[in-house]
C-alpha cells in the first residue's frame, strides 16, 4: 500500500540523486533536476538524502494515500491541497489512508518535488531508482506516471519526532531573472573574444525547447573562431554548448554522455536548481567564475545543508 496516482499531471516522474557509472555505455545519470529542492524535501522527513521522489514539472498530480505516510513538497508553488484545503511547502504533513494531495498549474517555478517519510518501494536499476524516460528504465516501470498507478510505500512513517522543527520558511522559485555562475570552458579557446564578452554580459531568454535533456537559450549569438563542430567529448550537467546558431544550449539532467559543439562553459552545480526551476519566457544572465570560486561555493552550501539537517532533525 501507499499512493495511487488519480490524475498524472503534465510530467511526473520517479528521480533520485542519479545513475552514475554507466556514461560510458551511454547511460545518462538522470536524477532530479533541482538537486537542492530534492534534498532538502527529504531532509525535513528524516529520509536519506538520496531517497526517490516524485519529480513534478509545470502541472502536478492527484494521488491518494492508501495508507498513513508523513509526506514534504519542496521546489515549485503548484498551489497543493490535501482534501482540498491549502497546504505549506517545505512543511512536513501527514498524509492519511484516503486522503487526496493535489498538486495544479505551476505558479511559481516549474518543478516541484513530492517526497514521503521512509521512501518509496522502487526496485533500483543500475543502482538507481531514477527514471531514464528515453531508455525506458528505472523509476516507474520505465516511464512517466499515468492515472492509475499504485506505488507502494517502503518503510512508512506514521510519525516523526521535532515534528515542528520540520519546516522551513524558502520561497527559492519566483524570480524571473537569474545569473548562473559558470566556470569558462573547456573549449572557450574557440571562441572570439567577442564571442566570450557577449556570452558573459547579455541576457538570453528561455524558450519552449527546454525539457530534462536540455535548455536552449535566445539571444545574442555568440562568435566563434571558425566553427563550432569538435570531435565528440564528454559532456556534464550544466556543460554549455554553442551550436551553429551561435546561441547556447545548457545541457540538463537527461544529457546525452557526449556532444560535438563546441562548450563556453559549465554552469556550477549550486546554481543548476535556478535553471531548473525558470519557465519559457524566463530570462537568464551568465557570470564567469574561477574553478576555486566555485568550489568555495559549493563547500559553503554543503555547511548550509549539514546545519539545516542538524536543525530539523
Known amino acids: 500500500m501507499g499512493i495511487r496516482v488519480l ?71 503548484m498551489q497543493p491541497k490535501l482534501d482540498g484545503v491549502d497546504i505549506p511547502l517545505y512543511t512536513a504533513l501527514l498524509g492519511k489512508a484516503g486522503a487526496v494531495l493535489e498538486l495544479g498549474l505551476v505558479r511559481e517555478g516549474a518543478r516541484a518535488y513530492i517526497a514521503f517519510a521512509g521512501g518509496l518501494d522502487i526496485p533500483p536499476v543500475m543502482g538507481s531508482c531514477s527514471t531514464n524516460l528515453k531508455c525506458g528504465i528505472g523509476g516507474w516501470q520505465g516511464r512517466a506516471l499515468r492515472a ?66 536540455g535548455c536552449r537559450l535566445d539571444g545574442a549569438q555568440i562568435e566563434s573562431r571558425g566553427g563550432v563542430d569538435i570531435v565528440s567529448d564528454g559532456i556534464v550537467f550544466g556543460s554549455v554548448q554553442i551550436p551553429a546558431s551561435g546561441r547556447p544550449i545548457v545541457m540538463m539532467a537527461d544529457h546525452q554522455t557526449t556532444g560535438g559543439y563546441a562548450k563556453i562553459a559549465t554552469v556550477i552545480s549550486t546554481d543548476l536548481p535556478k535553471l531548473a526551476q525558470r519557465m519559457p519566457g524566463d530570462t537568464v544572465s551568465f557570470e564567469a567564475v574561477s574553478i576555486e570560486e566555485a568550489q568555495r561555493i559549493a563547500r559553503k552550501e554543503e555547511a548550509w545543508m549539514r546545519r539545516f539537517r542538524r536543525a530539523t532533525n
Open 148 to 213: 492509475g498507478d499504485e506505488i507502494p510505500f517502503r518503510k512508512p512513517k506514521k510519525c516523526l519526532k521535532n515534528l515542528y522543527k520540520r519546516y522551513e520558511k524558502i520561497r527559492e522559485c519566483g524570480e524571473r531573472h537569474v545569473t548562473l555562475r559558470a566556470v569558462p570552458g573547456p573549449q572557450e579557446n574557440l571562441f572570439t573574444e567577442a564571442g566570450i564578452h557577449t556570452f558573459f554580459s547579455e541576457e538570453y531568454t528561455v524558450t519552449q525547447e527546454y525539457d530534462r535533456m
Open 7 to 77: 490524475q498524472p499531471g503534465a510530467l511526473t516522474t520517479v528521480q533520485d540523486a542519479g545513475r552514475y557509472g554507466y556514461q560510458s555505455m551511454g547511460f545518462p545519470v538522470s536524477g532530479v533536476m533541482d538537486r537542492r529542492s530534492f534534498r532538502i524535501a527529504n531532509m525535513l522527513l528524516g529520509n536519506d538524502e538520496t531517497e526517490a521522489v516524485l519529480e513534478a514539472a509545470m502541472l502536478g498530480p492527484s494521488l491518494c494515500f492508501q495508507e498513513d505516510c508523513f509526506f514534504c513538497i519542496t521546489g515549485a508553488d
